[in-house]
């Protein structure tokens, strides 16, 4: 089996990261490796917002903000929750997809497109030496939380992944029986 075979069939998601995260470098060329994302007819959906170490604070305090607005009954546990949500890595990348009109590539193809621009953003950051996780819940899907990232109309959230050094060892996942997943027609 080649090494990036093995690579792919290790990789899982690590919910504890640290510091370091990528450098401006290292960053270039994760982003290179997501834009590789299949995009039918090259309406080039995908894009990310990255925040730092010196934005996440502020990020907490938008999602704190929007969490009151969805529900004004939200605890300080649910606040709390929302505002140190960022901090659980030095670096948060919004994925986000433009999904336009167009004849031959509906709406569902070009978030698709995003959502694979977003995975491969996770791979790349793997193979860079560092471990992510995947995140949305409701602040993905809040136009308050969107508009205050400056997203656009026609933009939304696939994914919030959060990105670091692996805090711990990657955790053991058995292999999946492949004839529960696998079928011949």
């Known amino acids: 089996m080649s090494d990036i075979l093995q690579f792919l069939q290790q990789r899982n998601s690590s919910p504890k990261l640290t510091a370091p995260g990528p450098c401006a470098a290292e960053l270039e060329h994760i982003f290179r490796a997501a834009l590789r994302a299949p995009d039918h007819g090259w309406l080039r959906p995908s894009r990310f917002v990255t925040i730092g170490q010196e934005r996440r604070v502020a990020f907490g305090e938008l ?34 997809v433009k999904v336009a ?21 996770l791979l790349a950051a793997e193979a860079s030496g560092f471990a992510g996780i995947w995140r949305t819940g409701a602040a993905a899907y809040d136009r308050a939380v969107m508009s205050g990232l400056g997203l656009a109309e026609d933009e939304e959230i696939i994914a919030f992944l959060y990105i670091g050094s692996r805090n711990g060892s990657a955790k053991m996942i058995p292999p999946l029986d492949m004839t529960h997943f696998v079928s011949t027609w």
């Open 63 to 96: 999602l704190e903000r929007c969490l009151l607005l969805r529900n004004p009954d939200a605890d300080e546990a649910a606040l709390a929750k929302a505002r140190n949500a960022p901090l659980r890595a030095p670096l948060l990348v919004v994925a986000v």
């Open 101 to 121: 009109l167009h004849p031959k590539v509906p709406p569902i193809e070009q978030r698709f497109s995003g959502a694979c621009a977003a995975q491969a953003l």
